[in-house]
């Protein structure tokens, strides 16, 4: 628990550190993003940070409401889909295959009633509270249940006089809260009650995920940005770190050091593992595991180039920077675990390239080819030490290694992000709604700050409410299994089944 305490006490010391130099710069060198909404693309439309919310009466003061295109609207549903193959089947495949075999179906179930239940939830009440105006940290209640929206209602894109049919954003959405959740379950498997598990989730979707996406992705739409008073009267309405200017095209930030700081706090407060540093605790099936991950990387076209919200040239951008960036990173962590260790192995690959997917997220949409490769590069060595050095200095039995990939590559992508989106160095540059153009004078200093304190606010935000959440539960219901449940499995002892009969 000291260790816990002093990890908090260092992220926040970072969190509010950074936070700090950003709010103190003058008006005056303020990134761009920071004045206008940050967008860019070849074409003059594209997205810059990932999804945004429902077209507001603001933003839906053109003579004519626009016509959703059925381009658009057919990729975001492909997408959409593919997103929800990333939980189910691909998350749980890749996580079933690392547990030893008498906890396979414990996993398996975490991950798909966790998708269940955060997707009923996120109907109820979470898109309302993440995609509705309300102040700078939360939405509104306004479309509690969906409350009306219609086949008819639109949602803003990226793009002036562009719209989507809002039930498909509603639903593109609600998959990437679903699966965010999902990835916590990790951290500490093989030792958790199943109820245990549902009770923190519905805690933490409601007190972390919701603000954080409300704060990175919540905006009013571009069509309203005409004037620079207009602007600034709308992005006073937009989430707390979009109106600071941070870059996150799908989900750095939101979904990959959101939830491995969760999962992380609950590796220290549940504890370790039986027999942990003396029992042989290998995958059970590494080929279970490369079937997810391979799943998982086929579905992440979906989860970033969708983030484009349109089917136009920021999306293909996004998908061949997802396609390359996971490509070198695998290669990158089997070449350093080879040299390391003599010999390349299967789980290497398929960690490696769950790491690339990882930090490209953030800037799939905002950087060059050059620089997701040289991401993706990186990805893979780091990741490699967050799962090995870096967890060794932390402690923490982290099951499956969420907070080393996810954490590491989330943070690492999230920073890299506000270095490699420069135009210099190939990056798409943040685009100015007002003039219509890509802004000038891109500042790399001044976006890696802001870029440091979203990841700081992340840190702090996620592991708070964590760390709260699993006291509460661990008070009311019980955090872990008696150990003798936990030496006979999870499968048996918390669901009757067994994964495999011999």
């Known amino acids: 628990m000291k260790k816990l305490m002093a990890v908090l006490l260092a992220a926040a010391t970072l969190g509010f550190g950074f936070g700090a130099r950003a709010e103190d710069k003058p008006a005056d060198t303020a990134p761009a993003a920071a004045v206008v909404a940050p967008v860019t693309t070849a074409q003059g439309a594209a997205p810059a940070a990932l999804p945004m919310a429902t077209a507001t009466p603001a933003a839906a003061a053109a003579p004519a409401a626009p016509v959703p295109n059925k381009g658009d609207t057919a990729w975001l549903i492909v997408a959409t889909a593919l997103v929800i193959l990333m939980s189910i089947p691909g998350l749980a495949l890749f996580y079933g295959g690392l547990v030893r075999s008498k906890n396979m179906l414990s996993v398996l179930m975490q991950v798909f009633v966790v998708f269940s239940l955060i997707s009923v939830l996120w109907a109820l009440y979470g898109y309302s509270v993440a995609f509705t105006e309300g102040n700078a940290f939360f939405g509104s209640l306004d ?226 080819v050059g620089g997701a490769l040289v991401i993706g590069l990186l990805a893979g060595v780091v990741c490699l030490w967050g799962v090995n050095g870096l967890k060794k200095l932390l402690g923490a039995d982290d099951s499956l290694d969420v907070f080393g990939v996810h954490g590491v590559g989330g943070i690492l992508g999230s920073i890299l992000t506000g270095v490699f989106a420069a135009p210099a160095l190939g990056g798409t540059g943040i685009y100015d709604y007002v003039a219509n153009k890509t802004a000038e004078n891109y500042s790399i200093v001044d976006q890696v700050i802001v870029q440091a304190t979203g990841v700081g606010v992340t840190v702090v935000l996620s592991g708070t409410v964590a760390f709260i959440a699993f006291k509460l539960v661990d008070a009311v219901i019980g955090l872990r299994v008696p150990e003798d449940e936990e030496r006979q499995g999870l499968d048996i002892t918390s669901h009757g089944e067994s994964a495999y009969h011999y």
């Open 143 to 368: 479309k509690i249940l969906l409350k009306g929206i219609t086949p008819d209602s639109i949602a803003a894109t990226f793009s002036k006089g562009v719209a989507l049919p809002e039930l498909i954003y509603v639903a593109f959405q609600g998959a990437f809260a679903a699966i965010t959740c999902g990835l916590i379950v990790g951290a500490f498997a093989e030792r958790v009650r199943f109820s245990a598990v549902l009770a923190f989730v519905v805690i933490w979707f409601t007190f972390s995920y919701l603000p954080m996406a409300h704060m990175v992705w919540y905006w009013a739409g571009p069509d309203g940005y005409t004037t620079a008073d207009a602007a600034d009267k709308l992005n006073a309405t937009a989430g707390w770190l979009f109106q600071k200017g941070a870059l996150d095209f799908a989900g750095g930030t939101v979904v990959h050091i959101n939830a491995a700081m969760a999962g992380l706090v609950g590796a220290y407060v549940i504890g370790k593992r039986v027999g942990f540093g003396r029992d042989s605790m290998a995958p059970h099936s590494l080929t279970m595991t490369m079937i997810g991950a391979s799943l998982l990387w086929f579905g992440w076209f979906g989860f970033n180039a969708g983030s484009a919200l349109e089917a136009n040239g920021a999306a293909a951008l996004a998908f061949v920077n997802t396609w390359l960036a996971t490509a070198a990173a695998a290669l990158s962590w089997m070449s350093a675990e080879w040299a390391l260790k003599g010999r390349p192995s299967m789980l290497g690959a398929a960690s490696g390239a769950v790491a690339g997917l990882v930090a490209i997220t953030p800037a799939c949409g905002y950087v060059g």
